[in-house]
């Protein structure tokens, strides 16, 4: 089994993480030299599904809330292994679509301690990641996914921000977290998303002054805004659009691309 580039987009709620992981899944899908991929939603508020126009009845979080939910009340088959149940419900859950499989965390935590549960999902999820040859994780907003260490397996961590403070501020704890945390990413990118040409700059500067580096802006494109507002899936918008042309530059930039 080889190993997947896992490359994970992060930053505070709303600055468009979701729509960068459906531009470069799109920038990838373009490219003639088909990799297996494999995208992840693993922001629980799952809207990746909706912006891809996939359609998604079953996650992660579900599936491993029923094996608590069955531990619990003691229903579980007698000689069946937790961990080989949890597998085949787990694998039961990935989409495997023309292009691209995807997986979708949904809610993972339930109430109380499951440690056991939760450790035996680690194991499954690192062994079918390993599945891939690139791995795209919309993450959740903010800085939770650092302390459950969701990001562990990142090789190229993506932080998203949008052109205010709040945004650039998070995107620095993210930076700052993951390694107080000790999650040991190779490369770390800043990307401006809604912004203006104009402040592309200010954004290099800004990220050379923090040590990260910027992998470029996209600028706002009402064609995106139409798209999720009417549910067409952002793979399908025209491949001259100014948000995709930029985020072509951006995957080049990190590596996704030639
Ligand atoms: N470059 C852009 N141009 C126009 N609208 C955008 C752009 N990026 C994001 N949006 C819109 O902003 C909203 C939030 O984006 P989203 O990708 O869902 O953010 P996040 O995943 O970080 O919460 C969505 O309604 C999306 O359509
Ligand atoms: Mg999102």
Redesign the pocket.
């Known amino acids: 089994m080889g190993k997947a580039l896992v490359v994970s987009v992060s930053?505070?709620?709303?600055?468009?993480?979701?729509?960068?992981?459906?531009l470069l899944l799109k920038a990838i899908l373009e490219r003639d030299n088909r990799k297996d991929i494999l995208v992840v939603d693993a922001?629980p508020?799952a809207?990746l599904p909706d912006?891809l126009g996939v359609r998604v009845e079953k996650t992660v979080g579900m599936v491993a809330n029923e094996l608590k939910r069955k531990i619990e009340k003691g229903q579980l088959p007698i000689g069946v292994s937790k961990s080989d149940l949890l597998e085949a419900w787990v694998y039961s859950t990935l989409l495997e679509l023309e292009d691209f499989d995807m997986l979708v965390m949904g809610r993972t935590e339930g109430e109380g301690c499951y440690c056991y549960v939760n450790s035996i999902l680690t194991r499954i999820l690192d062994t079918l990641l390993s599945n891939y040859d690139l791995v795209l994780m919309?993450m959740e907003?903010g800085l939770e996914h650092l302390s459950r260490r969701t990001d562990k397996d990142v090789d190229v961590m993506v932080i998203?921000t949008d052109p205010s403070l709040m945004g650039f501020k998070t995107a620095l704890r993210i930076k700052e977290l993951a390694k107080e945390v000790h999650i040991e990413v190779k490369r770390i990118y800043i990307v401006g998303?809604?912004f203006p040409a104009s402040m592309e700059k200010r954004l290099k500067e800004w990220a050379s002054k923090k040590g990260v580096e910027a992998a470029g802006i996209?600028?706002?494109?009402?064609?995106?805004?139409e798209?999720?507002l009417t549910g067409k899936s952002l793979l399908d918008l025209p491949n001259n659009s100014p948000?995709f042309t930029s985020a072509k530059e951006i995957a080049k930039k990190i590596g996704i691309i030639d």
């Open positions: 930053g505070k709620g709303g600055v468009g993480k979701t729509t960068l992981v459906a922001d508020a809207n912006v919309d907003a998203v998303n809604r996209i600028p706002d494109d009402p064609l995106i805004a798209y999720n948000a």
